[in-house]
């Protein structure tokens, strides 16, 4: 419930931003020459790195290398992709870091309208290190339960349930 109640508008956004990324992709894909020049450029491999690209964009880093294994995407395409998504993301970072300077920093509502800043010192080795142990036991897990196919879905279900079950003040310290 508090997950909900603190994650909704985040959610809403994380979807329609999802779905805004798969209608421009599946537009891209359809209108122009997108199509023609990914084919011509690395044959049937083209379609899966524009698929693996567009689950990246809404996923993350590790999407791009389950879709391409998924997919049975070539070494060579593997790596063009990636290639292409670290040049667009040397014009990306620093084009917002420019939109954003200037402007003060995200704050966290506690409650009753108070803000707290995040500060740096949160930050220790010990939470790390935690951290790195849940996130490698659960990927044990998921790959013990699902076997390697299936490693990283049962890993993700796995750590969502974990957050939703676990009562917030067990979790709250490792924020």
């Known amino acids: 419930k508090s997950a909900r109640k ?8 994380f979807l329609l931003a999802s ?13 122009g020459p ?3 020049m990914l084919t011509s ?5 083209g379609i899966k790195v524009a698929a693996a690209l567009m689950a990246k964009n809404i996923g993350g880093g590790i999407n791009y290398f389950a879709v ?8 060579n395409a593997v790596a063009a992709g990636i290639c ?7 014009l990306y970072f620093p084009a917002t870091s420019a939109l954003g300077s200037g402007r003060p920093d995200v704050t966290r509502d506690v409650g009753g309208g108070e803000h707290v800043e995040r500060g740096a010192n949160e930050f220790t080795v010990e939470k790390v290190s935690i951290l790195l142990s849940l996130s490698t036991f659960a990927a044990w897990v998921g790959r013990l339960i699902g076997g390697k ?6 890993s993700t ?4 349930l974990g957050t939703t079950v676990f009562p917030s003040q067990k979790i709250e310290p490792l924020r």
Do not use: E, Q, R, W
């Open 6 to 13: 603190s994650c909704g508008p985040l959610l809403v956004s």
């Open 84 to 90: 292409v998504d670290n040049i667009f993301a040397l």
């Open 41 to 45: 450029a690395l044959g049937a491999d």
């Open 19 to 31: 779905l805004a990324t798969v209608l421009a992709c599946t537009a891209a894909l359809t209108i």
């Open 34 to 36: 997108t199509k023609a």
């Open 68 to 75: 391409a294994a998924a997919l049975g995407m070539g070494p």
């Open 149 to 154: 196919p299936n490693a990283l879905p049962v």
């Open 157 to 160: 279900l796995l750590t969502v």
